[in-house]
């Protein structure tokens, strides 16, 4: 071989030699130092979020705190059901509604349903269904209204009969599903 081919040979295998050096540093320190720094600019922002949250909080905090008593002071606790526990609460339920309908005297059946825990407060509810005049709707509706402890019409289906004169009182079947709001024993009140 000439010693010009073996030069030129030489200085291409540096110059591929280099350039794998270059890749192996870009790849093994570069490229990660940039990964690294775009991570903890990112989380930098997600601080300075944060940051700036708690700040706002902060400088509400007395109002935040107002909120919370005048929610713990409030009335309204007193509408929701007192018992040790949700089946006891559901029971007083029943009986509420039972004396709720009593005008129907025609309860066909009351079904219990399982209570959902919803932080302070426990959501029971009841199935009912029954055989009742018109009247006697609208007026067990304005009852549950007015009841002390707040309860909701959660569904109602009413059935009439196909064929009733225009002045007739119709017998429905009505099926409702009410519910209330029990305070859960043990929670705070927020």
């Known amino acids: 071989?000439?010693?010009?081919?073996?030069q030129n040979l030489r200085r291409g295998a540096a110059v591929?030699?280099?350039?794998a050096v270059l890749a192996v540093a870009w790849l093994g320190g570069v490229e990660p130092s940039?990964?690294?720094?775009?991570?903890?600019?990112?989380?930098?922002?997600?601080?300075?979020?944060?940051?700036?949250?708690?700040?706002a909080l902060l400088r509400d905090s007395s109002a935040i705190?107002?909120?919370?008593?005048?929610?713990?002071?409030?009335?309204?606790?007193?509408?929701?059901?007192s018992a040790p526990r949700p089946e006891a609460a559901t029971l007083q339920l029943e009986t509420d509604?039972?004396?709720?309908?009593k005008d129907s005297n025609n309860l066909t059946s009351?079904?219990?349903?399982?209570?959902?825990?919803?932080?302070?407060?426990?959501?029971i509810a009841v199935r009912v269904t029954l055989s009742m005049r018109?009247?006697?709707?609208?007026?067990?509706?304005?009852?549950?209204q007015k009841q002390p402890q707040m309860m909701r019409v959660e569904s109602l289906t009413v059935q009439a009969p196909d064929f009733q004169g225009a002045q007739a009182n119709a017998v429905l079947t009505v099926q409702a599903q009410i519910?209330?709001?029990m305070l859960t024993p043990g929670a705070e009140r927020t």
């Open 1 to 6: 071989m000439k010693p010009s081919l073996i």
């Open 16 to 19: 591929g030699l280099l350039g």
């Open 34 to 55: 940039f990964a690294y720094i775009d991570v903890a600019a990112e989380a930098r922002g997600i601080s300075l979020r944060a940051l700036k949250r708690n700040r």
């Open 65 to 81: 705190q107002a909120a919370q008593s005048s929610v713990e002071q409030s009335p309204r606790w007193r509408n929701f059901y």
């Open 97 to 101: 509604l039972r004396t709720i309908l």
């Open 110 to 123: 009351m079904t219990a349903e399982a209570p959902l825990l919803h932080g302070p407060v426990t959501r």
């Open 134 to 144: 018109v009247d006697q709707l609208a007026e067990a509706l304005d009852r549950i």
């Open 179 to 181: 519910t209330a709001l």
